[in-house]
């Protein structure tokens, strides 16, 4: 059988040159050499795996199993870029390290095309045991329960920018096989589909595709039509200045998943695990919540990066917190959970999800964004409270002619809110370049914000976060809030 078709036509060759520029640095910071040869009883290596099963997408197997693997070990699937290879995700990314901590499995599947993208686009690759490259991955797993007596009911998947499409892809494809995953700088599963024998969707790439949660959930169930069992939970990171793949893909990966899973699209808590960070739970504040993602200011198409990787890892359950087992979805969603989570987690969620979350969530999030701020920080100011929400500004970093600044509504009121309208006005010579969790109408003097599609929805006391980049001395307005 040929190749499956890559993301590698002309048009397709500047991007993969700009995305290997961007992860370029991440791999050769941590280049080493790769033995591709079988295990020794000195040290672990990295081992190709051949004749793993029929392969319909064509692809290279490669099994990370180190020394100290547990006995029926958990199994990581680790995909990686565009441009890249396995050996390359291998040196280049801590999870084989985090693995020899923790004993599980790492499988790194190769693309084996020129260009080294994985097919996420064609129909055989949106379809639970299709023809394509996710069925090629789904047998890689398949080998390794089998000859490494692996535990089936703890495999998870990572990637990045093409391996974190694969990843998206792969959990709607095979909920039965994978039980969380995370997805650095991806787009929702179908966000890709198109019938370009390039296998690149521009309009995806540029962020240009939006649906509904129910219309992106949808995509996901007709996958695997009839499945009612338990969906994979998610963990989602990407950067606001990622010009490969828009950074818009980010909020509608949290409605499709968000839908997939029947949780609530409000977060139930906003935090800033570290400066730049803006971190939301949804379903959930646990360390395995159904849903999980993470906003990185300022940075473009280089993720995992600085222990990223070990967020994932316990997000998983793979160094030994929390529940390792899966899912929380169980049954077809049919709507978005609304109004705000009360209840403790007493069990997973069945059936159809149409009204207040209220078995997997616990509480509501009621503060604002507290991490640490970077740079030269003015301070904030807080501005209106009207028709029950408020927003708070805060100048997170600036440089010489430009600025970084977020801004935090909350609302204020008694009954949930279906969305917000922020307003200021900007100094003279003060101008915004780019705005991330909100959609913005002007960008100099008087200017509005209102939520984008996936954070409008509030409910009392609860709040999000949205950002904006500028061009000029850092500005500190009085911002006023409008509930809608």
């Given at each position: 059988m040929p190749p499956t078709p890559g993301l590698h036509s002309p048009k397709r060759t500047t991007r993969v040159r700009t995305l290997l520029v961007a992860l370029g640095a991440v791999v050769a910071a941590v280049a080493a050499t790769v033995t591709l040869t079988s295990q020794s009883a000195s040290a672990a290596s990295l081992t190709e795996v051949t004749n793993f099963g029929s392969n319909p997408g064509n692809l290279k197997m490669y099994e990370y199993v180190p020394n100290n693997v547990q006995a029926n070990p958990p199994v990581l699937v680790a995909v990686h870029y565009c441009t890249g290879t396995a050996p390359a995700f291998y040196s280049g990314t801590e999870f084989h390290t985090l693995a020899d901590q923790y004993g599980f499995i790492v499988v790194y599947p190769d693309a084996n095309v020129s260009g080294q993208c994985f097919d996420v686009s064609s129909s055989g690759a949106l379809t639970h045991n299709g023809n394509s490259d996710p069925a090629s991955i789904a047998q890689m797993v398949s080998y390794v329960e089998q000859h490494n007596n692996a535990d089936a009911g703890r495999v998870y998947v990572t990637g990045a920018s093409s391996?974190?499409?694969?990843?998206?892809?792969?959990?709607?494809?095979?909920?039965?096989?994978?039980?969380?995953?995370?997805?650095?700088?991806?787009?929702?599963?179908?966000c890709f589909a198109t019938s370009d024998p390039s296998g690149w969707n521009n309009a995806c790439a540029n962020g240009q595709v939006s649906h509904t949660p129910q219309e992106w959930g949808d995509m996901v169930r007709a996958a695997y039509p009839g499945y009612t069992g338990a969906r994979p939970r998610v963990?989602?990171?990407?950067?606001?200045?990622?010009?490969?793949?828009n950074y818009n893909n980010f909020g509608e990966e949290i409605k499709q998943w968000t839908n997939v899973l029947g949780v609530s699209q409000t977060p139930v808590v906003t935090d800033s695990p570290q400066s730049g960070w803006t971190h939301t739970r949804y379903g959930a504040n646990t360390t395995q919540a159904p849903v999980e993602a993470f906003s990185i200011a300022g940075v473009g198409h280089s993720l995992p990066m600085n222990g990223m990787a070990a967020k994932a890892i316990a997000f998983f359950g793979l160094d030994g917190s929390g529940n390792t087992t899966g899912g929380t979805s169980t049954g077809t969603s049919t709507g978005t959970s609304t109004g705000t989570s009360t209840g403790t987690s007493t069990g997973t969620s069945t059936g159809t999800s149409t009204g207040t979350s209220a078995g997997t969530?616990?509480?509501?999030?009621?503060?604002?964004?507290?991490?640490?701020?970077?740079?030269?920080?003015?301070?904030?100011?807080?501005?209106?409270?009207?028709s029950g929400c408020s927003a708070t500004y805060k100048t997170v970093n600036?440089?010489?002619?430009?600025?970084?600044?977020?801004?935090?509504?909350?609302?204020?009121?008694?009954?949930?809110?279906?969305?917000?309208?922020t307003t200021f006005t900007l100094p003279s010579g003060s101008s915004i370049t780019q705005v991330w969790n909100g959609?913005?109408?002007?960008?100099?003097?008087?200017?509005?914000?209102?939520?984008?599609?996936?954070?409008?929805?509030?409910?009392?006391?609860?709040?999000?976060?949205?950002?904006?980049?500028?061009?000029?001395?850092?500005?500190?307005?009085?911002?006023?809030?409008?509930?809608?």
């Open positions: 391996g974190a499409m694969m990843t998206d892809v792969l959990l709607g494809d095979y909920p039965d096989i994978f039980k969380a995953g995370a997805a650095f700088m991806g787009v929702p599963f179908g963990q989602l990171w990407h950067g606001t200045a990622d010009t490969t793949l969530s616990q509480g509501t999030s009621t503060g604002t964004v507290n991490g640490t701020t970077a740079g030269n920080t003015t301070g904030s100011t807080t501005g209106g409270n009207s600036s440089w010489q002619g430009g600025f970084q600044s977020e801004v935090t509504v909350k609302n204020t009121g008694t009954a949930g809110i279906s969305g917000w309208k959609t913005g109408t002007g960008t100099s003097g008087a200017v509005t914000v209102t939520n984008a599609s996936y954070n409008g929805a509030l409910g009392a006391g609860a709040s999000t976060t949205y950002g904006f980049t500028g061009n000029g001395a850092a500005p500190s307005p009085t911002v006023s809030c409008t509930a809608g």
